[in-house]
């Protein structure tokens, strides 16, 4: 194989997990003969049970979609008036919040994990902020002490969205234990999915009760509608579909660390290039391989290298450009100014996702490597 030519066939960023269509079509056949294809039946309530105790959590709720999820787990802890987030992440954060006509307050990052830094916060509260609302970027944990620390003494409910964080430890303590509410992807580009899905977290069972019944229509009883909800509810296809992958997770996050260490190995001397670093005392999962790159020492820019590797048939991703602050509904907002997020402003900029799926060839990565030495 030439290293410099393109890709016979375009590799994407990611690539989904998939169970074995014979184990499926069993699975299909029970629903079948149940004729119970949704509303909180047996696939749904097994999955639940299932993923409460993979994350040793005590509460769970499953839902259609992670962001559907993070809107209702805004009406879940009752949020009102101002939520401090981060703008380095995808939309759907900071639209959960639009959608509650909560007004996102954007806090800048930290340089090294690209989560909101926690020494900036304190100096964001107002009388009107309710809630900390930050994201665990590319599976990275924030700094969980610290955070929970202004809460407390700040009164605020914390909020995470950790929808790239499936399976990730701190000091072995699994993520979903810290905060009031903990939100999951589930969508088919996730290191584990139900093809669309997501789920809630809580550490009290009067916050699963309120999200059961916020996610089906706010029904309470046969006879009993306590308030507007919504359809958030996962079917029993997709729930069987998070069945069946639940038990290949941990391989795919061993697959996926190779990947990570033999990139980081054949990028660590590109000039121009910097790969993240490992968490220390982090049980990571590595759901995204994101690069940032220095136009002065590569010679190419992040947009620059996304083009050229179209052109060799490999497919990146910018995660997460355009910054959420810049975007044309927020960026009037006095915290989106530039001037106050100069980290993530510059790290949107020089980011760049490459292909990192459980199932890519170590062949393929190599092939990746060369190429992007070779552009320089
Ligand atoms: N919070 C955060 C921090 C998030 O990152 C996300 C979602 C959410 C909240 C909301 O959760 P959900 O409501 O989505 O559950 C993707 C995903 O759609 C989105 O779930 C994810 N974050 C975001 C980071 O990435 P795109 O537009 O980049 O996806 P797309 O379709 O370009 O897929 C990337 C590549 O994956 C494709 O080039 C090919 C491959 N692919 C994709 C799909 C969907 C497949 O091979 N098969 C597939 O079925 O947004």
Redesign the pocket.
């Known amino acids: 194989m030439n290293l410099l030519e393109p890709f016979s066939q375009p590799v ?5 997990l998939l169970p074995g269509i014979e184990e499926l079509t069993k699975l299909v056949k029970l629903i079948w003969d149940s004729k119970q294809l949704t509303n909180n039946g047996k696939m749904v309530q097994q999955l639940e049970k299932e993923l409460a105790e993979f994350l040793h959590v005590p509460y769970l709720s499953l839902f259609c ?4 999820a ?1 809107q209702l787990a805004c009406q879940v802890l009752r949020l009102s008036g101002e939520v401090i987030t981060t703008p380095f ?2 939309a ?2 900071v639209h959960a919040l639009a959608w509650n006509h909560l007004k996102p307050v954007f806090c800048d990052i930290e340089e090294d994990t690209f989560n909101m830094n926690p020494d900036l916060v304190e100096s964001l509260i107002t009388p009107e902020t309710s809630a900390l609302f930050p ?1 665990h ?1 590319f599976g990275r944990p924030c700094n969980v002490v610290k955070l929970q620390d202004v809460a407390e003494r700040n009164g605020l409910k914390v909020l995470y ?1 950790a ?2 964080a499936f399976g990730v430890k701190i000091n072995g303590q699994d993520i979903a234990s810290f905060g009031d509410v903990s ?1 999951f ?6 290191i584990y999915h139900t093809v ?3 789920a809630l977290t809580f550490n009290h069972p009067y916050l699963k009760e309120r999200a059961d019944s916020l996610k089906n229509f706010g029904i309470r009883g046969t006879d009993h509608v306590a308030e507007p909800g919504s359809n958030g509810k996962l079917n029993e296809l997709q729930a069987a579909v998070g069945i069946l992958l639940l038990d290949k997770v941990p391989e795919e996050i061993a697959r996926r660390k190779e990947i990570t260490a033999l990139y980081r190995q054949m990028l660590s001397d590109v000039p121009g290039i910097k790969t993240m670093k490992e968490s220390e005392n982090v049980f990571a999962n590595y759901p995204y391989f994101v690069i940032q790159i220095d136009k002065k020492e590569y010679g190419l820019s992040r947009d620059e290298l996304y083009e050229k590797l179209k052109e060799y048939n490999i ?1 990146t ?1 910018k ?1 997460f450009y355009p910054l959420c602050s810049n975007f044309p509904c927020y960026r009037d907002l006095p915290s989106a100014d530039r001037q106050r997020l100069p980290v993530a402003n510059r790290i949107a900029e020089t980011v760049l996702a490459l292909p990192l799926y459980g199932q890519l060839p170590h062949s393929a990565v190599e092939k990746i490597c060369t190429i992007i030495r070779s552009l320089r």
């Open positions: 994407y960023v990611s690539q989904p979609n992670g962001t559907v993070l992440t995808f759907a954060t994201v970027v969205d929808a790239h939100m992807s589930f969508h088919a580009t996730k669309e899905g997501g497919i991703r995660y």
